[in-house]
């Protein structure tokens, strides 16, 4: 217990030292264009593949399981369309990108700090932390929330593709079951979540990256821990914003 306190509480001292200000903002503004590139554009593949296979199975999953003539079949649309934006695009994807893009980070600055990168940037008179983490942090709560989009639009399209290609329901229905009901708010919500879940993943995955010490072995170690722990977090505060955000 006193070593998560620990941990806790380098995690803020740290986020301290990340949310100084910065020394050339123009260098900044670089890094973050930078990181959008590598962080964001390069986890759009990854996103559309997952985003629109989970869409075809939740509409073949939701047409087999609610054959009953006393439902309209127009239900597997908005259940579709309500899965894929209240939880799907953003805490599950969240979690995706939390391996991917969460073990790259850890990666990226933990071989910074063994290979002294760091202990140099420091000796130039740079603050280290706010120079290599701040841009990523940044990158990933204004990229994200895109993702997020790309993946509701994309997952909702994997299922009318299965429902058209397959012909386990017309498609019509399932186009009037995307209109039924629909709350804007919910788009806000899981926006919301996703700026949350891009700090916890880029900050979390800095955080053990720059704290690694030793061989490129306790780099591995500390991705595995970064990952760990933003998917633990992500959950977390999936709960919390649930409750606070809809309730």
């Known amino acids: 217990m006193l070593k998560i306190f620990e941990l806790i ?6 986020m301290g030292k990340v949310f100084s200000r910065p020394e050339k903002a123009a260098i900044y503004r670089r890094r973050i264009i ?10 759009i593949g ?6 629109v296979f989970i869409g075809a ?8 399981n609610l054959d009953s003539p006393f439902i309209p079949r127009s239900l597997v649309g908005y259940a579709t369309r309500e899965t894929m934006i209240l939880e799907f695009s953003s805490a599950v994807v969240a979690l995706i990108l939390a391996g991917k893009v969460g073990s790259s980070i ?6 910074m700090r063994i290979t002294e990168q760091i202990d140099a940037l420091e000796i130039m008179g740079v603050n280290s932390a706010s120079y290599l983490i701040l841009p990523k ?20 399209l994997g299922g009318y593709l299965i429902a058209a290609a397959t012909g386990i329901m017309i498609p019509a229905d399932y186009v009037d079951g995307l209109l039924m009901d629909f709350k804007p708010y919910s ?25 690694a010490r030793g061989n490129s072995l306790e780099v591995g170690t500390a991705s595995t821990r970064a990952v760990v722990a933003s998917c633990v977090v992500i959950l977390l505060f999936d709960l919390i914003l649930t409750q606070v955000l809809l309730i």
């Not at 990854?46 to 985003?51: D, N, R, Y």
């Not at 199975?57 to 087999?64: A, F, G, S, Y």
């Not at 850890?106 to 071989?111: K, L, Q, V």
């Open 137 to 156: 942090i940044v990158a990933a709560m204004v990229f994200f929330p895109f993702l997020t989009i790309l993946s509701i639009l994309i997952g909702i």
């Open 57 to 64: 199975v939740i509409t073949l999953q939701m047409c087999i």
């Open 187 to 211: 788009i806000t919500y899981t926006l919301i979540k996703t700026v949350f879940f891009a700090y916890i993943i880029t900050s979390i995955s800095a955080f053990y990256g720059y704290n």
């Open 106 to 111: 850890a990666s990226e600055i933990g071989t």
């Open 46 to 51: 990854l996103t559309a593949i997952i985003s």
């Open 34 to 43: 930078f990181e959008m590139e590598s962080l964001g554009v390069n986890s």
């Open 9 to 14: 509480g380098r995690y803020f001292m740290l």
